[in-house]
């Protein structure tokens, strides 16, 4: 019986396929794109735009469908990642392979085991401060925060409000807006 070969990153950046990503050695397809995740992307990444404004709070690269390397068996494509300039002072390119101080998934249905359980637990090993779930259907955002080597959830918006949500805090958000109300 022949060995089950991992996928690398390397892999990855010469598949013929649209839309993958690479998750523990297996290139995947990513979910088919729906209206839903395409309005609560959209909107949210506009919410967050102050961030990435020297007029604004500043200090941010906001990137939608982004891929980052973390690991050789592990490069999943992002539905919203952000980095601090202070850590990444140049405009990212390409495969990023610095991991985010946030990262933003919105989940969508029949693939809420990679983001729940599979990516919650690379970015936690990772340390990424911050990570946070978009439920479009179920209208709700849960908030994650590293404590230790350890996420505890820091929010958890089951309602069209405003709410300022680490670690976007210097700005109320309207989760209304961001779910397409």
Same mark, same amino acid.
């Given at each position: 019986?022949?060995?089950? +070969?991992?996928?690398?990153?390397?892999?990855?950046?010469?598949?013929?396929?649209?839309?993958?990503?690479?998750?523990n050695g297996e290139?995947?397809?990513?979910?088919?794109?729906?209206?839903?995740?395409?309005?609560?992307?959209?909107?949210?990444?506009?919410?967050?735009?102050?961030?990435?404004? +020297?007029?604004?709070?500043?200090?941010?690269?906001?990137?939608?469908?982004?891929?980052?390397?973390?690991?050789?068996?592990?490069?999943?494509?992002?539905?919203?990642?952000g980095w601090r +300039?202070?850590?990444?002072?140049?405009?990212?390119?390409?495969?990023?392979?610095?991991?985010?101080?946030?990262?933003?998934?919105?989940?969508?249905?029949?693939?809420?085991?990679?983001?729940?359980?599979?990516?919650?637990?690379?970015?936690?090993?990772?340390?990424?401060?911050?990570?946070?779930?978009?439920?479009?259907?179920?209208r709700t955002l849960?908030?994650?925060?590293?404590?230790?080597?350890?996420?505890?959830?820091?929010?958890?918006?089951?309602?069209?409000?405003?709410?300022?949500?680490?670690?976007?805090?210097?700005?109320?958000?309207?989760?209304?807006?961001?779910?397409?109300?």
């Open positions: 019986m022949e060995a089950h +070969k991992l996928n690398t990153i390397a892999d990855l950046l010469v598949s013929p396929e649209e839309r993958v990503e690479l998750i290139i995947v397809r990513r979910p088919m794109a729906r209206a839903e995740h395409g309005v609560v992307q959209g909107n949210a990444r506009e919410e967050l735009s102050p961030f990435s404004r +020297k007029s604004g709070p500043g200090g941010w690269w906001i990137i939608p469908e982004v891929s980052v390397a973390y690991e050789l068996h592990q490069c999943p494509c992002h539905d919203l990642a +300039k202070e850590r990444m002072p140049q405009r990212p390119q390409g495969v990023i392979d610095l991991a985010p101080d946030w990262v933003c998934e919105i989940v969508s249905p029949g693939h809420e085991r990679k983001d729940t359980f599979t990516l919650f637990l690379l970015l936690q090993r990772h340390r990424v401060p911050f990570y946070w779930l978009i439920w479009p259907e179920d849960i908030a994650y925060q590293l404590d230790g080597d350890h996420y505890r959830i820091i929010a958890t918006l089951a309602e069209p409000i405003r709410a300022r949500v680490p670690p976007f805090d210097d700005i109320e958000l309207d989760l209304a807006y961001i779910l397409g109300d």
